[in-house]
């Protein structure tokens, strides 16, 4: 049985259709990367996959929890969002509260682990993403190259079964990039499974284990990197390659 | 120009003996526009109909009556409707009136300081699975309450000069005080000029005081 396994999923924001009829699988281990055009919903799928944002209709099974797009309720709710942790373009790090303060948060809030046994994990997440000397630091005197390494940090404390990262180096400047891919490129060594919404395609091809192009809120093509972001593959991702190559 | 210097530096000490009064009335009325305020402020944010816009009416009545109107209504109007009120002190009273009054501005503040925190923070802690109540508790709170501060710190500096109100109720504070020794001396001038200048020295040295706390509750911010 896949890890993730999503069937018939449809999404409706004010009655237009941002997602329809989306099936993909992922499986335990493997990195599942989101291409596409802007506008073609490749973020809405993400930020689906927590319930973020809600389906119209369709099922989402990570792991042990399963919803129904059609029957969402609290508790299939928060049982779905226990399997995933998501990384955001924005970092999204807890203002108020010290570098390792964010990363121990998940673990304390959710009543996972005692202060001695979360701060020991936070530092370590810390330590991995090279960042432990910023433990005490908050988040706004640090680069925002670094803020999104300690927001990936704080989203793999949890130890969750996926993470999701929506365009985790968008909003970094050029010489910033690089760091953070790096650290994404470490948890893949680790079999962290992964879902990442990215306009990197290198980084794509490098890390991805299946590509899942989308346009205009279907699943166009989905396949190997080889298959979909090689010169042989399909003549819409190439043209898409080439604008997004243009644009450097 | 007969300007009696010399009445006019004596005026302050007398004045400042009613300093604590004032004080006094500033900080419990203060208290209960907090308390009231941030009531208030969860009623707006309800997700029951009826509890909003009870909330509503509720700024919109305090916020749309001259203070003193309200002060004379407690003071003077409730005892004959509801006689359990007749012992009521004015020194009560005051503090009800100020209160309710500047807790239907601090709702307003409250609850702009909450809608003013990134909906990033909320969507960051439910996307770690953290209970929406724990999110509102250790992001959301803390972070408002610093955006809160610098118009909380206006309210406690209008309701300290609209604690001279109280002395329509019969209180003595600095303004009523000043009153009398107008009354005595007849002059007038610099009676009210010394009145106006102790208030003006409390507001500066709590203004003071306060940015100097929000520049230390707003050093991680930078």
Redesign the interface.
């Known amino acids: 049985m896949a890890l993730i396994e999503v069937k018939n999923l449809s999404v409706t924001i004010k009655q237009k259709k941002i997602l329809e009829d989306i099936n993909f699988a992922v499986e335990d281990g493997e990195v599942t990367v989101l291409v596409g055009p802007s506008g073609s919903g490749k973020t809405t799928l993400l930020r689906t996959l927590?319930l973020?944002q809600q389906p119209a209709a369709g099922t989402i099974q990570i792991g042990q929890s399963t919803v129904d797009g059609r029957k969402l309720n609290k508790k299939s709710t928060?049982a779905l969002?226990?399997e995933?942790?998501?990384v955001?373009q924005?970092f999204?790090?807890?203002?108020?509260?010290?570098v390792i303060e964010n990363v121990m948060?998940?673990l304390l809030?959710?009543k996972l682990a005692k202060w001695d046994e979360a701060h020991a994990v936070a530092e370590e997440r810390l330590r991995e993403v090279g960042l432990l000397e910023f433990a005490d630091k908050?988040p706004?005197s640090l680069s925002g190259g670094q803020q999104q390494r300690v927001?990936i940090a704080?989203?793999i404390a949890?130890k969750p079964a996926v993470v999701?990262l929506d365009e985790p180096t968008s909003a970094l400047d050029p010489e910033l990039v690089g760091s953070v891919l790096k650290t994404i490129l470490e948890l893949a060594k680790q079999h962290i499974t992964m879902v990442i919404v990215t306009h990197e395609m290198d980084f794509a091809r490098q890390i991805g284990n299946q590509i899942i192009f989308l346009e205009k809120g279907q699943i166009v093509h989905k396949g190997t990197p080889d298959e979909i972001l090689s010169d042989q593959g399909p003549e819409r991702v190439h043209n898409f390659l080439n604008s997004v190559s243009a644009a450097y | 120009m007969n300007f009696d210097w010399k009445y006019f530096i004596n005026a302050f000490p007398a004045l400042a003996k009613y300093i604590p009064v004032t004080l006094l009335l500033a900080v419990l009325a203060m208290v209960l526009a907090i308390i009231l305020g941030g009531l208030i402020t969860l009623l707006q944010f309800s997700r029951y109909r009826p509890l909003r816009w009870f909330a509503a009416v509720y700024v919109s009545f305090f916020r749309g009556m001259p203070a003193l109107v309200q002060l004379f209504l407690i003071y003077y109007g409730l005892p004959q409707l509801f006689p359990i009120f007749k012992g009521l002190p004015a020194l009560i009273a005051t503090v009800i009136g100020l209160g309710f009054k500047q807790s239907a501005y601090l709702s307003e503040v409250f609850r702009a300081a909450v809608n003013s925190v990134d909906k990033g923070q909320v969507e960051a802690g439910w996307a770690l699975h953290i209970t929406s109540f724990k999110i509102f508790r250790y992001v959301v709170l803390p972070q408002a309450f610093i955006n809160a501060l610098p118009a909380t710190g206006n309210t406690f500096v209008g309701l300290l000069k609209e604690t001279s109100l109280a002395f329509t109720l019969g209180i003595t504070e600095i303004f009523a005080e000043g009153k009398m020794l107008a009354g005595d001396s007849f002059k007038y001038f610099e009676t009210y000029l010394a009145v106006g200048l102790t208030y003006w020295a409390l507001i500066i040295i709590y203004s003071w005081a306060q940015s100097g706390v929000e520049r230390l509750l707003t050093r991680p911010y930078r």
């Open positions: 927590n973020l928060r969002r226990a995933s942790t998501m955001f924005q999204n790090l807890f203002k108020n509260m010290t948060a998940p809030l959710n908050y706004s927001s704080r989203a949890v999701l």
